[in-house]
């Protein structure tokens, strides 16, 4: 393969060719390249549609579905240094950047002109706008302010099939609104790069929000919080953010960060409301479910505090093991039995589960902490990780939310799909890329 700048040192290829998956597989790269630009990326498109070399995707390698991990052979495209914002423009409520710009940067960048990017997965100190979009990504914003591919206007993206590998075609809009044609942009947006690599994101943007406020509510037990999330979701009521935290997850984060946060109770629900009928009505939602106390926090610091613990939870349940992420998702209704199900799981399989949750939307994350070095363990959290994604369909819920389907996810896609789905889906992947060299295996 004739591309400059090649990288081919051995340690160099391992730390480029796996996300933070754990125990997903991951090939042996044939070789790396670091793209700046469109062109670079068509270059080697090019390159690896002559000798049939599969391509790999990756931005800042913080998935946690295996989606951005080598297949043998593969060249690994990273994309991280693909990071400039090109436009801000304020006035169309419109940003345009390249994959590799990091969602908070993009945030702190739209913030200096009264403007907020909504998606704010808990990784968004590190991740991606690239990797965001290419598992439709949410975060703790999602129950009010949707999802990345509700942000996403047009892509620029390298493809191939009914066009010639390594061609840049722009999908999408600047406009608001638009209908001219297939939506192939949403088409795209959670894709995981099996479809083509995106070279560049045109996302919306909103009127930087107002002061909001939070509500705490401690529960005796899992189940009894999502109930308070079902009755809080029958009221009708919208906050910003509704998250789950347990107490092995806050434990893990006071033991790590020691912000003061004393896990007393066996589990909290966490909100942020933009209106005062919002903020009263979730402290009643949360005592007649049955909370032990529920109130308005009145302290800022303690309140960015609880929202720091939550984005804090895997880094410091990382720190005591392997750890398998879930991130099912459940109708609203079904999130206190699926808490109830997720217990006796690991009960059953003598697993350690920790959860939290954008639990206002029903999307659980069950952590599964294994002991370093114990294979059994590891067989037991893999079973108990299948388990899990049985029980969410069984619930009518979904394999994955947020995190993509990678290689962890992709037998618990096909049964959710269907076979006739699961055809379909076959035929637009064949038909976009039918030398199957775009992260193939993936989704």
């Given at each position: 393969?004739?591309?400059?700048?090649?990288?081919?040192?051995?340690?160099?290829?391992?730390?480029?060719?796996?996300?933070?998956?754990?125990?997903?597989?991951?090939?042996?790269?044939?070789?790396?390249?670091?793209?700046?630009?469109?062109?670079?990326?068509?270059?080697?498109?090019?390159?690896?549609?002559?000798?049939?070399?599969?391509?790999?995707?990756?931005?800042?390698?913080?998935?946690?579905?295996?989606?951005?991990?080598?297949?043998?052979?593969?060249?690994?495209?990273?994309?991280?240094?693909?990071?400039?914002?090109?436009?801000?423009?304020?006035?169309?409520?419109?940003?345009?950047?390249?994959?590799?710009?990091?969602?908070?940067?993009?945030?702190?960048?739209?913030?200096?002109?009264?403007?907020?990017?909504?998606?704010?997965?808990?990784?968004?100190?590190?991740?991606?706008?690239?990797?965001?979009?290419?598992?439709?990504?949410?975060?703790?914003?999602?129950?009010?302010?949707?999802?990345?591919?509700?942000?996403?206007?047009?892509?620029?993206?390298?493809?191939?099939?009914?066009?010639?590998?390594?061609?840049?075609?722009?999908?999408?809009?600047?406009?608001?609104?638009?209908?001219?044609?297939?939506?192939?942009?949403?088409?795209?947006?959670?894709?995981?790069?099996?479809?083509?690599?995106?070279?560049?994101?045109?996302?919306?943007?909103?009127?930087?929000?107002?002061?909001?406020?939070?509500?705490?509510?401690?529960?005796?037990?899992?189940?009894?919080?999502?109930?308070?999330?079902?009755?809080?979701?029958?009221?009708?009521?919208?906050?910003?953010?509704?998250?789950?935290?347990?107490?092995?997850?806050?434990?893990?984060v006071e033991d790590w960060?020691?912000?003061?946060?004393?896990?007393?109770?066996?589990?909290?629900?966490?909100?942020?409301?933009?209106?005062?009928?919002?903020?009263?009505?979730?402290?009643?939602?949360?005592?007649?479910?049955?909370?032990?106390?529920?109130?308005?926090?009145?302290?800022?610091?303690?309140?960015?505090?609880?929202?720091?613990?939550?984005?804090?939870?895997?880094?410091?349940?990382?720190?005591?093991?392997?750890?398998?992420?879930?991130?099912?998702?459940?109708?609203?209704?079904?999130?206190?039995?699926?808490?109830?199900?997720?217990?006796?799981?690991?009960?059953?399989?003598?697993?350690?589960?920790?959860?939290?949750?954008?639990?206002?939307?029903?999307n659980l994350h069950p952590?599964?902490?294994?002991?370093?070095?114990?294979?059994?363990?590891?067989?037991?959290?893999?079973?108990?990780?299948?388990?899990?994604?049985?029980?969410?369909?069984?619930?009518?819920?979904?394999?994955?939310?947020?995190?993509?389907?990678?290689?962890?996810?992709?037998?618990?896609?096909?049964?959710?799909?269907?076979?006739?789905?699961?055809?379909?889906?076959?035929?637009?992947?064949?038909?976009?890329?039918?030398?199957?060299?775009?992260?193939?295996?993936?989704?």
């Open positions: 393969m004739k591309l400059p700048n090649l990288i081919t040192d051995p340690n160099t290829l391992a730390g480029l060719s796996h996300d933070e998956a754990e125990w997903a597989p991951a090939g042996t790269a044939r070789a790396a390249v670091r793209p700046r630009s469109t062109r670079d990326v068509q270059e080697a498109a090019k390159a690896c549609a002559a000798e049939k070399i599969p391509i790999v995707p990756r931005g800042a390698g913080t998935g946690l579905s295996g989606g951005a991990n080598a297949v043998d052979g593969c060249l690994v495209l990273d994309l991280s240094r693909m990071n400039r914002i090109l436009e801000i423009d304020a006035d169309n409520l419109l940003a345009v950047v390249q994959p590799g710009v990091v969602n908070d940067d993009l945030k702190k960048a739209v913030a200096e002109q009264g403007l907020w990017y909504p998606p704010d997965p808990a990784s968004s100190p590190w991740s991606t706008i690239g990797g965001n979009v290419a598992t439709n990504a949410g975060g703790l914003c999602c129950l009010k302010y949707g999802v990345t591919r509700d942000y996403v206007l047009g892509l620029e993206a390298v493809m191939g099939g009914p066009v010639e590998y390594g061609t840049a075609v722009r999908l999408g809009r600047r406009t608001s609104k638009g209908v001219a044609g297939y939506d192939l942009t949403s088409l795209l947006v959670g894709s995981e790069g099996t479809l083509g690599v995106v070279t560049e994101i045109s996302v919306r943007l909103r009127p930087a929000p107002g002061p909001s406020a939070t509500i705490v509510g401690a529960f005796p037990d899992l189940v009894t919080a999502g109930q308070a999330v079902a009755l809080a979701t029958s009221r009708g009521l919208q906050p910003a953010a509704l998250e789950l935290i347990d107490r092995a997850c806050l434990q893990a960060k020691h912000l003061g946060i004393e896990p007393d109770t066996a589990a909290m629900l966490l909100a942020r409301a933009e209106t005062h009928m919002d903020a009263d009505g979730l402290v009643s939602a949360f005592t007649d479910a049955g909370a032990v106390w529920a109130e308005r926090s009145t302290d800022s610091a303690e309140a960015e505090a609880l929202f720091a613990a939550r984005r804090l939870v895997y880094p410091a349940l990382e720190r005591l093991g392997p750890l398998l992420t879930e991130d099912v998702c459940v109708p609203r209704s079904r999130v206190p039995e699926m808490l109830a199900r997720i217990e006796k799981i690991g009960a059953r399989h003598g697993v350690q589960i920790a959860t939290i949750a954008h639990a206002g939307d029903g952590l599964l902490i294994t002991p370093p070095g114990d294979d059994n363990a590891r067989l037991a959290s893999q079973s108990a990780f299948d388990d899990i994604i049985t029980h969410a369909l069984d619930l009518g819920g979904t394999v994955t939310a947020e995190h993509g389907v990678g290689l962890l996810k992709r037998d618990g896609m096909i049964r959710e799909l269907g076979h006739d789905a699961w055809s379909v889906q076959k035929a637009i992947k064949h038909t976009l890329d039918p030398l199957n060299i775009f992260n193939p295996g993936k989704a």
